[in-house]
Each structure stands twice: as structure tokens, then as C-alpha cells.
Antibody, heavy 125, light 112 residues
């Protein structure tokens, strides 16, 4: 069974930092690209970042570029999101999600298929 | 970035009746491999999003066959043939053609 479990959320002051983790099981982590997606109640889903299967390629939403860093440790089956210079608009539930490999020859699609339960990040003074 | 526009914003439905949600993209989502890089997700109250449809029209594993996705290029539709009470929540389309994926604003489906 595919499982993704996030942790590391919490209350942080503006300008502060936080590191989110996502431990996965039930699939070969090193074969899959991974995503972070934020949900703000009443405002919908926002894609934040993705990383390729070996960690050599990343992409970020403009709103977090230069402040957030996605990384992974394939030996530990863990995905990370280092968040710095946090702002109020970064508040939300952060989900890690596995990228879908829907066809054998498609190594990535940038469409997440499995999602974790989320971890809440609140940026407030 | 590609802009995704969903309609309607809110959709009251009657159990047993059909429902339809529209999603339009600011540019074509047709990849040169022949697939439309468009997915549909449902976020039920208090839950994580779940994948319903991938690559435009393919039902994800375990998704009931009352859900179907259609369309190509810039215009896409999610249809529920007969709505059930468990289908309430917010539906999102998502484009994945470009290196920075984007979601539509969401359509809230609720029972009348």
C-alpha cells in the first residue's frame, strides 16, 4: 500500500524557517518524481515544487522561488521542503504527493497520483 | 504560466442526476506524445485530494465508472453520470504540460 506521511508543520513567525518531511512507503521511492502542494481553505490548491527521482532537477512556483528548497534522501525514503523567509501567504496545509507514472514509458507526468494527509503550516506573529 | 479556469464555481446537485464541470486552459495541453496533460482531482471535506482522471480522459485506479473525463487542447469536461452523496467536495483540474503545473480555482459540489 502506498503511504506518504508528512511532518514538521507548525506555527512560525513571519521571517522564520521550517523544514517539512515526508516519509514514504509501499513503492520504490527512487523511481518517482515528487511534489509539494499547498492547500489554503477557501482558496484552493497551489502547486509549490517538484523534484526528479534522483534529486538533480527541481522546479518551484514563482511565489516560493529563492525561499523554499525541495530535496530528497532516497536511502531514507524521505522528501523534504526547507522553507525560509516565511510569509503569511505561505500559510496552509502542505501535502507531499507522488508523481504519476501512468504508462510504462512515461517516467514522469507532473500529475500527482498519491497524496499524503498533509501538515499544517501557520505563519503568524 | 498556464492559467486554468473552471466553471461553475459552485454546483448544487441532486443525487441520481448527472453533473458536469468545465475546465479551460490558456493554452493547449496537448503534448507532442499525443496525450493531454490534464488531471482532475476531488478534495472531499477534511481529506487530501484524490486523483480521479489523468491525461485528460483516463480514470484512475479505483475511481467509479460514473466519473468520466473528456476534451482536448484547451477545453475539458468532467462528468458524473449519476451523482452520489459521497461525491461532495471541491473538484480541481490541473495542467501539467509546463514545468510549473497549475490548478484551476475549484468547483464546489454540494447536494441540493
Amino acid at each position: 500500500e502506498v503511504q506518504l506521511v508528512e511532518s514538521g508543520g507548525g506555527l512560525v513567525q513571519p521571517g522564520g524557517s521550517l523544514r517539512l518531511s515526508c516519509v514514504v512507503s509501499g513503492f520504490t521511492f527512487s523511481d518517482y518524481w515528487m511534489h509539494w502542494v499547498r492547500h489554503v481553505p477557501g482558496k484552493g490548491l497551489v502547486w509549490v515544487s517538484y523534484i526528479n527521482n534522483d534529486g538533480t532537477s527541481t522546479s518551484y512556483a514563482d511565489s516560493v522561488k529563492g525561499r523554499f528548497t525541495i530535496s530528497r534522501d532516497n536511502a531514507k525514503n524521505t522528501l523534504y521542503l526547507q522553507m525560509t523567509s516565511l510569509r503569511g501567504e505561505d500559510t496552509g496545509v502542505y501535502y507531499c504527493a507522488r508523481d504519476g507514472r501512468f504508462l510504462e514509458w512515461l517516467l514522469y507526468t507532473w500529475l500527482p497520483d498519491y497524496w499524503g494527509q498533509g501538515t499544517l503550516v501557520t505563519v503568524s506573529s | 504560466d498556464i492559467v486554468m479556469t473552471q466553471s461553475p464555481l459552485s454546483l448544487p446537485v441532486t443525487p441520481g442526476e448527472p453533473a458536469s464541470i468545465s475546465c479551460r486552459s490558456s493554452q493547449s495541453l496537448l503534448h507532442n506524445n499525443g496525450y493531454d496533460y490534464l488531471g482532475w482531482y476531488l478534495q472531499k471535506p477534511g481529506q487530501s485530494p484524490q486523483l480521479l482522471i489523468y491525461l485528460g480522459s483516463n480514470r484512475a485506479s479505483g475511481v467509479p465508472d460514473r466519473f468520466s473525463g473528456s476534451g482536448s487542447g484547451t477545453d475539458f469536461t468532467l462528468k458524473i453520470s449519476r451523482v452520489e452523496a459521497e461525491d461532495v467536495g471541491v473538484y480541481y483540474c490541473m495542467q501539467a504540460l509546463e514545468a510549473r503545473p497549475t490548478f484551476g480555482g475549484g468547483t464546489k459540489v454540494e447536494i441540493k
